[in-house]
């Protein structure tokens, strides 16, 4: 009812909360999905290239771990790992900080809040030991949970498209 509320009135209310709204339309719609899906697309091509190598070293140290490993092998592999996997912290997990932050700010618990956590304490843990040279690092999960995650986001997204189409 127009008399009672207006429309940028919704819109705003829905913004404050820490959404996106707008008025539908289909143009804007495909187009909105097509950006995102770019931008899930490039995030995840990101955490998959550098994850790839993360994944190379964290199997040397692993190896290494069995079969034995130089100290100096070790620190440059541990050193290699954390410089890879400031990519994917700084660009591919972005979505899941950014989004842990707004829900923090509105006083709620969505998923990224786990998300972020997860992914920020383990790589905080491993760069404190990186630098320390004790302790184990988890650059590998970092890099594989957020390609994993990010995947999982581009399936969720195709799959509400199609069911908006429905």
């Known amino acids: ?8 009135e919704i819109l705003q209310a829905i913004s404050s909360i820490g959404y996106l709204a707008h008025p539908y339309d289909p143009e804007t719609q495909q187009k ?10 490039r995030r995840i091509g990101i955490a998959g290239l550098f994850g790839m190598q993360v994944m190379m070293f964290a199997l040397a140290l692993y ?5 034995g490993i130089s100290e100096s092998f070790k620190t440059f592999f541990r050193w290699v ?3 890879l996997t ?3 912290i700084g660009f591919s997990a972005q979505p899941f900080f950014k989004g842990a932050w707004t ?6 618990a969505g998923m990224d809040v786990p998300i972020a956590l997860g992914m920020g304490l383990a790589f905080g843990a491993s760069c404190y030991h990186t630098y320390t040279g004790k302790g184990e690092v988890y650059f590998d999960s970092v890099a594989m949970f957020a390609f994993l ?3 999982v986001r ?3 997204l195709s799959a509400r498209k199609r069911s908006a189409e429905k």
């Open 86 to 88: 400031l990519p994917i």
């Open 103 to 108: 829900d923090l700010k509105h006083k709620r």
């Open 81 to 83: 790992s954390l410089f």
């Open 63 to 67: 190896g290494g771990e069995w079969w």
């Open 149 to 151: 995650v990010l995947t």
């Open 154 to 156: 581009l399936f969720e």
């Open 1 to 8: 009812d127009y008399n009672r509320i207006q429309l940028s």
């Open 32 to 41: 909105v999905y097509e950006n995102q899906r770019k931008a899930l697309i």
